[in-house]
């Protein structure tokens, strides 16, 4: 097995994904290319929902965090699963209405609604928004109150905690750009603001507390904090919260060095907590929403690449140049973020060589990755990066003119275009 279970080699020693030919899908469809396993995305979704139901009980609800992987296709998938989905702009409100995603399951976050963004949201039927801040919340009532209308929302609450510490801090990330801190009574004032208004209907609190996390400690002190932040405004206002949304966060296997991860233990533990803090402050057990992103989709995904230039600095750095780079993956640019990659139309041999990865832009912060084990390799190989699912496609840009890659769905051996491989033309086509 290669990294996860979608990804194997076949008796030719080529890369397979979803049981086919990697090699022979660059071929098809060119490279770059993002190829993703449908099956492998639609499995993750069915985790998720199965455990969220199971372990919170059947009103609860997966909302596919849309920002890691946004296409048409990828709504409808989402809306045939049975999924709720978070957006966090009008272009993605507007791509999941094209997708015909139903508006009552869409969750609309944002530290920075416009009102142009707000007024899309009433119109389409957007059936939660989540506000961030108090001058979005006085907005949405305005232009809701305007309308006739009355919006379900909740609020976006900062339970103070830092991820990678692992531990709740209650002074920490206080000074976060989203939300309202707990600690600091901007929690308290902006609950009872939206209590006092007409034009909105609080349903409850969301609270995120990172990405790529491994741990359950940090999802475990959220969850307490929230629970103990619903019992806090029961008891001072006497309004008990129905919805708490838990955000996303939890991690993938980017490389052999990450863990696995048992997404429905994860939830089975963070459900476990949830209730027992419920109990324990007095109030009922809310109906939980769940917002992952990276873990429904980033392991289905791989980047094909076809290799240009070799090229060996003895005593410093191999480089092996690709077809593509920051414009379709800029995490390595972004994040310095780990990835494994392999040489797919050798795929059966060892990685017995270290490279640096590089794109074809101009910039030396081009890569994809350093000194990466890999095999060696030569102009016309195909280089295979694998977990691109999430955080790739849709980051991408057309730095340096370069056209964005198709993405290509593998489903029960076909593969079929959601997205195709944009033209020149596509470029010059909004210039003047
Ligand atoms: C990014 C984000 C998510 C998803 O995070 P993942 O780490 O991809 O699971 C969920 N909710 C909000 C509000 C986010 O900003």
């Keep these: 097995m290669l990294l996860h279970p979608h990804l194997d080699i076949n008796a030719e020693g080529h890369l397979t994904i979803g049981g086919l030919d990697t090699v022979a899908l660059a071929r098809e469809f060119g490279t770059p290319a993002y190829i993703m396993d449908e099956n492998v995305i639609r499995a993750q979704f069915r985790t998720y929902l199965t455990a ?43 791509t999941a209405k094209k997708a015909g995603f139903p508006a009552a399951r869409i969750y609309f ?58 531990r709740a801090i209650q002074t920490g990330n206080v000074d976060s750009k989203f939300g309202n801190a707990i600690v600091t009574g901007a929690a308290m004032a902006i609950t009872k603001l939206a209590l006092s208004l007409d034009g909105v209907c609080l349903a409850g609190f969301h609270c995120h507390v990172g990405s790529q996390i491994f741990e359950i400690d940090p999802f475990r002190d ?43 233990a994860a939830i089975a533990e963070i459900a476990a907590i949830v209730r027992t803090n419920a109990d324990a402050c007095g109030i009922a057990m809310p109906r939980v929403i769940l917002e992952p992103g990276r873990s429904l989709v980033a392991a289905a995904g791989i980047t094909l690449y076809t290799v240009g230039a070799v090229k060996e600095i003895p005593g410093f750095k191999n480089y092996i140049s690709v077809d593509g780079g920051m414009p379709d993956n800029p995490r390595y640019a972004l994040y310095q973020s780990e990835y494994t990659a392999l040489i797919a139309n050798r795929a059966d041999t060892p990685a017995d060589y270290r490279a640096t990865v590089a794109g074809r832009c101009c910039e030396s912060g081009d890569l994809i990755g350093e000194d990466m084990p890999i095999g060696r390799a030569k102009r016309g190989d195909i280089l295979a990066v694998l977990c691109t699912g999430a955080y790739n496609y849709s980051m991408a840009s057309n730095y340096n003119r370069l056209p964005r890659p198709p993405v290509i769905l593998v489903r029960d051996g076909k593969a079929r275009v959601a997205v195709r491989r944009e033209t020149f033309e596509d470029l010059v086509r909004l210039d003047t």
Excluded at 127 to 143: C, K, S, Y
């Design 52 to 94: 969220a139901r199971t372990h919170f009980g059947e009103n609860a609800l997966p909302a596919f965090a849309s920002k890691a992987l946004c296409f048409t296709e990828i709504y409808r998938i989402a809306a045939e699963e049975g999924l709720g989905i978070d957006c966090v702009s009008g272009g993605e409100l507007y």
């Design 109 to 166: 976050h944002g530290n920075n609604k416009t009102d142009a963004d707000l007024t899309m949201a009433l119109d389409m039927g957007v059936g939660t928004v989540v506000v961030d801040n108090t001058d979005e919340l006085l907005a949405l009532d305005t232009i809701a109150k305007a309308k006739g209308k009355q919006q379900r929302i909740l609020l976006r609450i900062t339970p103070g905690i830092d991820p990678h510490t692992h």
């Design 222 to 264: 959220a969850a307490n904090i929230m629970v103990r932040y619903i019992a806090d405004v029961k008891r001072e206002t006497g309004f008990e919260a129905s919805e708490l949304n838990l955000g996303g966060g939890l991690g993938v296997r980017y490389t052999e060095h990450d863990a696995t991860v048992d997404y429905a």
